[in-house]
Each structure stands twice: as structure tokens, then as C-alpha cells.
């Protein structure tokens, strides 16, 4: 299994990202995918999932401001980033977990916004 993330850089605040992780050697479509990020000296944090059939759940932080989706077609899953503030800076990583146990995560792709 393989996560495959990209499209982190540099941004000023108030401007956009779109992250995208590439999955493969698992049945994209029926997994639920999630971001994570984690700030400089706090703990990793959930930052977006989406269900199989694309139910959505965000953190409080970014809500109305990050949009996750996928395409299954693509093996998938991307975070639009809008509005960006410099408290978003972070290494973002992608995670699927199979059969309930088994937990795999992308290598990380750093978001740095500046003010």
C-alpha cells in the first residue's frame, strides 16, 4: 500500500492550496480517506475525512474553508485549501486504516503560510 501525497508549498495568507494523495495496492473506493496535519510542537490533528460514499466531516478550524473530495477513478483524494491563515502551517498527511487495523499514511507534504 502506498499514499502518495503533493501540492503543499508556499502561500501568503488568505490565498489557496490543493493537496491531492495518490493511492495504491488497495481498493481505493471502498476506504474511507482522511488529512491529518500536525503544527510545529503540537500533536497530529484530523483535519478532513470522506466516506466511501462521501460523507464529509472537517474540523472546526478549517470548516467552510477546506473542501475534501475524491475520485475514484484516480485513486484519489484531494483537500482544496481556500482562505489560508498562517495557523494552517503544517506538514499535511493522508491515511486510510484497512480491515480496522491496518494503518498507512502518506509521506507528508508541507503547507507554509505566511502573514
Known amino acids: 500500500v502506498q499514499l502518495q501525497a503533493s501540492g503543499g508549498g508556499l502561500v501568503q495568507a488568505g490565498g489557496s492550496l490543493r493537496l491531492s494523495c495518490a493511492a495504491s495496492?488497495?481498493?481505493?473506493?471502498?476506504?474511507?480517506m482522511r488529512w491529518y496535519r500536525q503544527p510545529p510542537g503540537k500533536q497530529r490533528e484530523l483535519v478532513a475525512t470522506?466516506?466511501?460514499?462521501?460523507?464529509?466531516y472537517y474540523a472546526d478550524s478549517v470548516k467552510g474553508r477546506f473542501t475534501i473530495s475524491r475520485d475514484n477513478a484516480k485513486n484519489t483524494v484531494y483537500l482544496q485549501m481556500n482562505s489560508l491563515k498562517p495557523e494552517d502551517t503544517a506538514p499535511y498527511y493522508c491515511?486510510?486504516?484497512?480491515?480496522?487495523?491496518?494503518?498507512?499514511w502518506g509521506q507528508g507534504t508541507l503547507v507554509t503560510v505566511s502573514s
Open positions: 491515511n486510510t486504516i484497512l480491515n480496522d487495523l491496518e494503518d498507512y
Open positions: 470522506i466516506t466511501p460514499g462521501g460523507s464529509t
Open positions: 495496492g488497495i481498493i481505493f473506493s471502498i476506504n474511507t
